[in-house]
T-cell receptor, first 110, second 114 residues
Framework: GEDVEQSLFLSVREGDSSVINCTYT??????LYWYKQEPGAGLQLLTY?????DMKQDQRLTVLLNKKDKHLSLRIADTQTGDSAIYFC??????????FGSGTRLSIRP | EPEVTQTPSHQVTQMGQEVILRCVPI?????FYWYRQILGQKVEFLVS????????KSEIFDDQFSVERPDGSNFTLKIRSTKLEDSAMYFC????????????FGAGTRLSVL
């Protein structure tokens, strides 16, 4: 069945770039998403990419998609303490369910 | 900016009791969803709802669960007889159906079953 995998933890120094990686199995995925969840809060959509794109940039965020390898990454430039959160990779293939990864907890070192 | 709102933010109930979790989706959206997140685990799909009927449901969504859109604005999830393992954060989401199929999530209702 469909699955989305990502590493559980990432620690970076403030000001460095963070790169969060994700792999997925559903080759019919048409949209891939990154959601952010701060402690005790809901799921905030950060960005998304359509499957016919390789890259999308939005201010400090860069999403790279390698459809052949079914690999998605999120790069956060100049990581700040406010970026501390859990980042979820997710995919869907229609206006139906979203399949989420386990989430990567990003922590920032001073 | 329009948002999905969920009430209550925290619901405590006794095992075996019925609970209703409420959601107000974004007003011009057509697709509605419930997800849950057990503490420390993945966000899991429960059910999707379109055109006043369930369009898809997961194995988790058994006979104890039901959804309803009682009027033009609310979307509810009912758990008929709660179990300890129903304790989780429940998220409602809505989607217009275009625009990247983006699902917008509410802040969630934390359900604690004692």
């Amino acid at each position: 069945g469909e699955d989305v995998e990502q590493s559980l933890f990432l620690s970076v120094r403030e000001g460095d770039s963070s790169v969060i990686n994700c792999t997925y199995t559903d080759s019919s995925s048409t949209y891939l998403y990154w959601y952010k969840q701060e402690p005790g809060a809901g799921l905030q959509l950060l960005t998304y990419i359509f499957s016919n794109m390789d890259m999308k940039q939005d201010q400090r965020l860069t999403v790279l998609l390698n459809k052949k390898d079914k690999h998605l990454s999120l790069r956060i430039a100049d990581t700040q303490t406010g970026d501390s959160a859990i980042y979820f990779c997710a995919e869907n293939s229609s206006a139906s369910k979203i399949i989420f990864g386990s989430g990567t907890r990003l922590s920032i070192r001073p | 900016e329009p948002e999905v709102t969920q009430t209550p933010s925290h619901q405590v109930t006794q095992m075996g009791q019925e609970v209703i979790l409420r959601c107000v989706p974004i007003s011009n959206h057509l697709y509605f969803y419930w997800y849950r997140q057990i503490l420390g685990q993945k966000v899991e799909f429960l059910v999707s709802f379109y055109n006043n009927e369930i369009s898809e449901k997961s194995e988790i969504f058994d006979d104890q669960f039901s959804v309803e859109r009682p009027d033009g604005s609310n979307f509810t999830l009912k758990i008929r007889s709660t179990k300890l393992e129903d304790s989780a954060m429940y998220f409602c989401a809505s989607c217009h159906g275009r625009e990247g199929n983006i699902q917008y999530f509410g802040a969630g209702t934390r359900l604690s079953v004692l």
